[in-house]
């Protein structure tokens, strides 16, 4: 991969050049890591750890293999690994399953309304850093930070996506952003990289309500869209310049115009949107978050169990009740449907009185005892809950015996306001190694969590991430 600026064709930026492209790509390239604050960092770190957790613990999940297979049969230039199995392919098709492994059991990172960045900045990032065969710690922190904090600023409400998957919608200028920082791209370029990857935003919720296995799919393509539109511009191809504010650009498409165009610059450097990233507790979808701890609680406090389960109303807001409220069924890919549904999520704690990874194997699924129980689980669209919140929650439980309680939350936890903490960020990591069909080994993963917590001072963050990719012999 050429690295080098002088090779673009693309002559240098004019001042008739719009200021808000420009000003995001000055930002992503010109930001040092000690102007990034704290918190955030913390924040990118936290990412990367449950984007490691999540990647191992999804290797052998439906479609990685078919995916691993295709992209195995199409070949090209070996540039950078796969996670675990350590095929080596051109970094765009790296990205793509590393992408698509890291989500696929929708444990990582995301933001409200519905993008998950961590998924693709980090196969981007690693895809990119072994194309160039050197990274430092400091490289990579920064990288990520800016991918994730550019994502986070094409982020956009429920009302502008109305049924666009944001990771389809957001995620791409994330990854973007992410590896054209790593390729140090020209400001001209970062610009043109951004409007390129303006024209692969797509994705549709409906593929997370059919249950299909595209919520993956989705993921990868748009780690692979960030290292290909960052290759494409850096070899002098051109995007549309006016891709934000021009007739036919992103506030216009996807925003609806209701959108202000310095809303995507202002408090740059100095507020820190990537910090309302969202870290899940249990792994299903975002939505499910505040459900799934409200059933917890009141199993124990209402001790209930399957025997004595006389139903279950979950209140949530329609954006909500739309991507987990539909009734659950089997499919033909279990594990999404388990994901996406509140009644699901709710049958499962009543069953086994936890939440834990093992509980979305399709067997643990298609268990006969939890059939009836789903059916017990009543979800009711309540628009008058938008004003509290996107993770409002409210869960009443009745007991056979008549016993019944409820629980109200207006943020679910994991979400700004109810963060985890650091031990059950660590909780997480541990759920996912022990779900791992190839898992490393305790030396391994200990070394794992300390390169992330002191990624800033790593010379080179490639030994960590080969570790990670020789979890079974290719």
């Not at 980090?122 to 994730?148: H, N």
Request: net charge neutral; aromatic share 8%; glycine share 10%.
């Amino acid at each position: 991969m050429n690295q080098a600026a002088s090779t673009s064709t693309v002559s240098p930026v004019s001042p008739s050049w719009p200021d808000t492209e420009r000003q995001l790509a000055r930002f992503v390239l010109q930001t040092p890591l000690s102007a990034i604050a704290p918190s955030a960092l913390q924040t990118v770190r936290w990412v990367l750890m449950a984007v490691v957790g999540t990647g191992l613990a999804g290797a052998q999940e439906e479609g990685i293999a078919a995916l691993r297979g295709l992209l195995r049969d199409r070949g090209g230039k070996a540039e950078a690994d796969t996670l675990v199995f350590g095929d080596r392919l051109p970094a765009t098709s790296a990205a793509l399953i590393n992408g698509a492994m890291c989500r696929a059991l929708d444990y990582c990172d995301a933001m409200a309304p519905g993008p998950h960045f961590g998924s693709a900045i980090v196969p981007a990032a690693f895809a990119v850093a072994q194309a160039l065969g050197r990274c430092s710690g400091e490289d990579l922190l920064t990288a990520l930070a800016m991918g994730a904090e550019i994502g986070a600023r094409f982020n956009l409400s429920e009302r502008m996506y109305d049924g666009f998957d944001p990771t389809g919608i957001a995620g791409v200028f994330a990854a973007t952003a992410t590896a054209g920082r790593l390729l140090r791209l020209t400001e001209m370029q970062m610009v043109h990289a951004l409007a390129l990857a303006f024209n692969r935003c797509g994705g549709s919720f409906q593929s997370h309500v059919d249950g299909s296995l595209a919520v993956r799919l989705v993921q990868g393509f748009v780690a692979e869209t960030g290292v290909w539109c960052a290759q494409m511009a850096q070899a002098g191809l051109t995007g549309p310049r006016n891709f934000i504010n021009g007739h036919y650009g992103f506030r216009h498409l996807y925003a609806r115009g209701l959108r202000d165009a310095d809303s995507f610059t202002q408090g740059l450097g100095e507020r820190w949107m990537l910090e309302t990233i969202v870290f899940k507790k249990y792994p299903s979808c975002g939505v499910t978050q505040g459900v799934t701890h409200q059933a917890l609680d009141l199993v124990a406090a209402l001790e209930v169990d399957a025997g004595n389960f006389a139903h279950a109303e979950v209140r949530m807001p329609p954006y909500a009740c739309k991507l987990v409220g539909s009734p659950f069924e089997l499919g033909s890919n279990p594990r999404v449907n388990a994901q996406f549904s509140a009644q699901y999520c709710v049958a499962n704690v009543v069953l086994r009185g936890a939440s834990r990874l093992e509980h979305f194997r399709p067997e643990a699924i298609r268990d006969p005892a939890l059939q009836p129980l789903i059916g017990k689980v009543r979800i009711v669209p309540d628009a008058a809950m938008d004003a509290r919140g996107h993770s409002a929650v409210d869960l009443r439980i009745t007991r056979s015996d008549g016993r019944s309680d409820q629980r109200s939350y207006d943020v679910s936890p994991g979400f700004p306001g109810r963060s985890l903490s650091a031990a059950e960020h660590r909780a997480r990591f541990d759920d996912c190694l022990a779900y791992a069909p190839h898992r490393l080994t305790a030396p391994a993963a200990e070394a794992t969590l300390a390169a992330i917590d002191g990624l800033a001072g790593l010379p080179d963050v490639l030994p960590m991430w080969q570790t990670l990719c020789q979890a079974v012999a290719p």
